[in-house]
């Protein structure tokens, strides 16, 4: 049977230095220059702000966008039910309602919402079991999991949710593989094991874990261009370079990626025309991506960007001002 | 339903919809100037608000709904509006799954076309056509997470497990290196006959057989170790005799290597064997081999040897 591993290669001709300054021009102009995808994207707007401020900030270049009229946004997509829509007109989701909280903490203007509401908000869409729903139509996935505490956590309320619950249905999405799916049951992916990792490092339960065979299960998602993928047998994305990257950084093993072909990847996946980074190279940019590969560049101590906190992805000094600790096994 | 219909109307020059006000998008903080985009686009969601806004429950209302989700079917207020809908207009469920059937062939990788089914399924409890539904996507993407997910859901909730076992085997006869599958097989076993000492036996010589088609194969190695960790990887006397041979054999693949590797840790670790030293230096070289063969994991190898020492300490 044919031993091709599924992968890409990178060529001279692909980017191989930092485009900071263009990443800051795609970033701060990308409504109008991709004014359709924006349009489009209206239902996952807050994320979309999410993505871009954080990146804008590692990079330096948090001035590029108006923060007053950001936070003025933010508040008008609190509902009536605490939570946060992507954009006014939208329902609620834990997930926007994190993108909300992690922004307003960026920002240092928390106090522009309903933040009672908010935590009401979260503590109801716990289940019984333990696991969160993502809104009122009840759908359970271990990214609401991490949604919840990590908000939570953000605005000092952890006390609102059923910790010991959370986390006894966090340990049953744990496969044979030592890694984490959405739900009990479903297969390991990387991103699932960011969400999984990012609970227990928040809530101080990583002795949980077998670090060392999930962290051998993470290096195995590098590829020989050294991109990550998610799961076996699946292209390398630079998004993994944040999901597999975090999740290694909070096992204390990010020593055990080969950074310089990891750094290659994401440098050849940016766009040298427009900036922003594609999902791997010669693809299409979009924030989400950009984000991702920045993070990663970060985590890896590449270029002249501010430091990330693998656990919350966000800027590291907010996290700071907050005065929050998450669980990091030690190297 | 393809927006490219000859004779599209846009719904502000539709008269049975002239009672509405449209509500045009709200403008978000980064902008800075309005361009105009896909007129179509606009028009519909324009009246989708007003819809939303008004709570109308509609046919007309689920008509819009149907034409928002083929602009774009990632949108999930409007699949959440979408149910409203049907639930006050008590309309089929068939008809409903016939359309969502369409959708989810066209767009498979959306969560919310399959939270959709799900949702309509915990209603009328038929769940009679979800194996072959799941099949047929499964078939044109072997490793779709959703299609997976939804397939767990129903086999467990409902019961289905009998031929599934059958059904991962013959996924595994065309791809043996499929993920997803190898994770349906220990999913059904853990919850149907669970392992066993018997059932394990049946699964090793199952999953060997397979690496011994093809030796680079994570899922088959990761599967053959999870299956194991709660016995050990030397438990059974036919993984050594198999790994034996494939060593005589010289096979150089970097998974098989890391198993033999870890077979020696194992027994370090349980103090089951009396050559310490001998059993360090034969994983130390493995693990050189390993530095050689597996380049872009050469610090995870390093690691591994300073594990190693640290034992013989």
Redesign the interface.
Same mark, same amino acid.
């Given at each position: 049977?044919a031993?091709a591993?599924k992968d890409v290669k990178i060529t001279e001709e692909m980017p191989d230095c930092m485009l900071q300054d263009l990443h800051v021009r795609f970033l701060?102009t990308?409504?109008?220059k991709f004014?359709?995808e924006?349009?489009?994207t209206?239902?996952?707007?807050m994320s979309g702000?999410y993505w871009?401020a954080t990146a804008l900030d590692l990079l330096n270049a948090a001035d590029q966008?108006?923060q007053d009229?950001?936070v003025?946004?933010v508040r &008008?997509c609190q509902t009536s039910e605490g939570g946060f829509?992507p954009?006014?007109?939208?329902?609620p989701?834990i997930l926007y309602t994190l993108s909300a909280i992690q922004i307003l903490c960026m920002y240092d203007r928390l106090e522009a919402i309903d933040l009672d509401a908010a935590v009401a908000y979260i503590t109801k869409a716990q289940n019984d079991d333990g696991s969160f729903k993502g809104?009122?139509?009840d759908?359970i996935d271990t990214r609401f999991s991490f949604c919840a505490v990590a908000a939570l956590a953000l605005v000092g309320r952890l006390e609102a949710i059923n910790i010991d619950k959370c986390v006894e249905f966090i340990m049953s999405c744990m496969?044979?593989?030592g890694g984490f799916g959405?739900?009990p049951?479903?297969? &390991?992916?990387s991103g699932q094991i960011y969400c999984c990792l990012g609970v227990l490092s928040i809530l101080g339960k990583l002795y949980l874990v077998d670090g060392d065979l999930l962290g051998?299960?993470l290096?195995?998602r590098?590829?020989?261009s050294?991109g990550l993928n998610g799961?076996?047998?699946?292209y390398p994305d630079v998004c993994y370079s944040w999901w597999v990257l975090s999740s290694l950084a909070i096992l204390g093993k990010l020593?055990?990626?080969?950074k310089e072909?990891l750094v290659r990847f994401i440098l050849a996946s940016q766009d040298n025309e427009s900036g922003g980074i594609a999902d791997r190279p010669g693809d299409c940019v979009d924030p989400f991506h950009t984000l991702f590969g920045i993070c990663g560049l970060s985590l890896l101590g590449e270029g002249k960007l501010k430091d990330v906190n693998p656990v919350f992805c966000m800027p590291q000094h907010v996290i700071d001002r907050l005065n929050l600790t998450v669980e990091l096994l030690p190297s | 339903m393809s927006d490219d219909e000859r004779g599209y109307v846009l719904y502000r020059c539709r008269p049975e919809w002239s009672d509405i006000n449209p509500?045009p998008?709200?403008e978000?903080?980064?902008?800075?100037?309005q361009?105009a985009?896909?007129e179509k686009?606009?028009d519909v969601?324009d009246y989708f608000?007003a819809i939303?806004?008004k709570g109308e429950k509609s046919e007309r209302a689920l008509e819009l709904t149907a034409r928002a989700i083929s602009?774009?079917p990632?949108?999930?207020?409007v699949w959440?509006f979408r149910?409203e809908i049907l639930r006050a207009l008590d309309k089929d469920v068939a008809e409903e799954m016939k359309y969502l059937s369409m959708i989810i062939t066209e767009q498979q990788k959306n969560?919310q076309v399959w939270?959709h089914r799900?949702?309509l399924i915990e209603g009328s409890k038929d769940a009679s056509q979800e194996l072959k539904f799941t099949s047929k996507i499964i078939n044109h993407d072997q490793?779709n997470?959703h299609a997976?997910?939804h397939r767990?859901w129903v086999i467990?909730e409902f019961n289905q497990w009998e031929n599934e076992l059958e059904y991962v085997d013959r996924l595994l006869t065309i791809d043996?290196?499929?993920?997803?599958a190898w994770?349906q097989r220990?999913?059904v076993i853990?919850?149907t006959t669970g392992f066993t000492d018997e059932v394990l036996n049946n699964e090793i010589e199952y999953t060997m057989n397979k690496i011994d088609?093809?030796f680079?194969n994570?899922?088959a190695w990761?599967?053959l170790?999870?299956?194991l960790?709660d016995r050990g990887l030397n438990w059974s006397e036919h993984v050594k005799t198999r790994v034996d041979l494939w060593r005589n054999e010289n096979i150089k693949s970097s998974q098989f290597l890391a198993f033999v590797l870890s077979m020696i840790e194992e027994e370090l670790k349980t103090g089951d064997c009396e050559n310490v030293e001998e059993k360090i230096c034969e994983a130390e070289e493995l693990c050189e081999q390993l530095c050689k063969v597996d380049?872009?994991?050469?610090?995870?190898w390093s690691?591994v040897v300073q594990r190693l020492q640290k034992h013989l300490q």
């Amino acid at each position: 049977m044919a031993n091709a591993v599924k992968d890409v290669k990178i060529t001279e001709e692909m980017p191989d230095c930092m485009l900071q300054d263009l990443h800051v021009r795609f970033l701060s102009t990308y409504e109008e220059k991709f004014k359709c995808e924006y349009e489009m994207t209206e239902y996952l707007r807050m994320s979309g702000i999410y993505w871009s401020a954080t990146a804008l900030d590692l990079l330096n270049a948090a001035d590029q966008l108006d923060q007053d009229k950001i936070v003025q946004f933010v508040r &008008t997509c609190q509902t009536s039910e605490g939570g946060f829509s992507p954009a006014p007109r939208h329902d609620p989701s834990i997930l926007y309602t994190l993108s909300a909280i992690q922004i307003l903490c960026m920002y240092d203007r928390l106090e522009a919402i309903d933040l009672d509401a908010a935590v009401a908000y979260i503590t109801k869409a716990q289940n019984d079991d333990g696991s969160f729903k993502g809104d009122k139509w009840d759908e359970i996935d271990t990214r609401f999991s991490f949604c919840a505490v990590a908000a939570l956590a953000l605005v000092g309320r952890l006390e609102a949710i059923n910790i010991d619950k959370c986390v006894e249905f966090i340990m049953s999405c744990m496969n044979f593989d030592g890694g984490f799916g959405c739900r009990p049951g479903s297969e &390991t992916h990387s991103g699932q094991i960011y969400c999984c990792l990012g609970v227990l490092s928040i809530l101080g339960k990583l002795y949980l874990v077998d670090g060392d065979l999930l962290g051998w299960w993470l290096c195995e998602r590098q590829l020989p261009s050294g991109g990550l993928n998610g799961r076996p047998e699946k292209y390398p994305d630079v998004c993994y370079s944040w999901w597999v990257l975090s999740s290694l950084a909070i096992l204390g093993k990010l020593h055990w990626i080969d950074k310089e072909s990891l750094v290659r990847f994401i440098l050849a996946s940016q766009d040298n025309e427009s900036g922003g980074i594609a999902d791997r190279p010669g693809d299409c940019v979009d924030p989400f991506h950009t984000l991702f590969g920045i993070c990663g560049l970060s985590l890896l101590g590449e270029g002249k960007l501010k430091d990330v906190n693998p656990v919350f992805c966000m800027p590291q000094h907010v996290i700071d001002r907050l005065n929050l600790t998450v669980e990091l096994l030690p190297s | 339903m393809s927006d490219d219909e000859r004779g599209y109307v846009l719904y502000r020059c539709r008269p049975e919809w002239s009672d509405i006000n449209p509500i045009p998008q709200e403008e978000g903080p980064t902008s800075v100037v309005q361009i105009a985009y896909s007129e179509k686009f606009k028009d519909v969601y324009d009246y989708f608000r007003a819809i939303l806004a008004k709570g109308e429950k509609s046919e007309r209302a689920l008509e819009l709904t149907a034409r928002a989700i083929s602009f774009n079917p990632a949108n999930y207020t409007v699949w959440q509006f979408r149910r409203e809908i049907l639930r006050a207009l008590d309309k089929d469920v068939a008809e409903e799954m016939k359309y969502l059937s369409m959708i989810i062939t066209e767009q498979q990788k959306n969560y919310q076309v399959w939270h959709h089914r799900r949702a309509l399924i915990e209603g009328s409890k038929d769940a009679s056509q979800e194996l072959k539904f799941t099949s047929k996507i499964i078939n044109h993407d072997q490793k779709n997470y959703h299609a997976w997910q939804h397939r767990q859901w129903v086999i467990k909730e409902f019961n289905q497990w009998e031929n599934e076992l059958e059904y991962v085997d013959r996924l595994l006869t065309i791809d043996l290196r499929n993920n997803s599958a190898w994770n349906q097989r220990y999913f059904v076993i853990k919850h149907t006959t669970g392992f066993t000492d018997e059932v394990l036996n049946n699964e090793i010589e199952y999953t060997m057989n397979k690496i011994d088609k093809a030796f680079h194969n994570e899922s088959a190695w990761n599967y053959l170790r999870g299956i194991l960790q709660d016995r050990g990887l030397n438990w059974s006397e036919h993984v050594k005799t198999r790994v034996d041979l494939w060593r005589n054999e010289n096979i150089k693949s970097s998974q098989f290597l890391a198993f033999v590797l870890s077979m020696i840790e194992e027994e370090l670790k349980t103090g089951d064997c009396e050559n310490v030293e001998e059993k360090i230096c034969e994983a130390e070289e493995l693990c050189e081999q390993l530095c050689k063969v597996d380049t872009v994991r050469r610090k995870y190898w390093s690691f591994v040897v300073q594990r190693l020492q640290k034992h013989l300490q």
